[in-house]
């Protein structure tokens, strides 16, 4: 005789996910910013390949950690689309080249957030870094098991 899975009572099932530890990602985001801050504010410092494509990989992590701070019962892939989403929408906010974001961009923070020239391989480094944070949160590395 076949047996019917048990399924959580409709409370549990309206909460969604286990909510992310606001705590450790922030924590998470501290580390990533310190290990990706040097290959912008001192590039010559960093191996080149890094500066060109590590960087905005991890800025893209740093992404998807900021979206899991902000919503901490998204689930992963929410997370990972919001995250990429934005990322991706920075990079193509490039185009617009007006005087006034032109301005932001000389800026240390607005060069660091919104980036200065459209490029094509930015696009699959905010990928790889958006898909690692997303592949470490299903591996239970930042999110209770049950949240996977």
Do not use: K
């Not at 924590?27 to 912008?40: D, I, W």
């Not at 961009?105 to 997303?134: H, I, K, M, N, Q």
């Amino acid at each position: 005789m076949a047996t019917v899975p048990e399924t959580p009572p409709p409370e549990v099932q309206a909460r969604g996910p286990p909510a992310r530890s606001r705590l450790v990602y922030v924590a998470a985001l501290l580390v990533v910013c310190a290990v990706g801050l040097p290959t912008r504010l001192h590039p010559e410092a960093v191996h080149p390949c890094l500066v060109q494509y590590g960087g905005d990989a991890i800025w893209a992590l740093a992404v998807f950690l900021v979206f899991g701070v902000l919503f901490p019962r998204a689930r992963t892939r929410t997370a990972f689309l919001a995250a990429l989403a934005f990322a991706w929408g920075i990079e193509f906010s490039q185009f617009y080249q007006a005087d006034w974001i032109n301005a932001i961009r000389a800026t240390r923070v607005g060069g660091l957030v919104l980036g200065y020239t459209f490029l094509w391989s930015d696009l699959l480094s905010y990928t790889v870094g958006v898909s690692a944070g997303a592949l470490l949160e299903r591996a239970a590395l930042l999110r209770p098991p049950l949240a996977r």
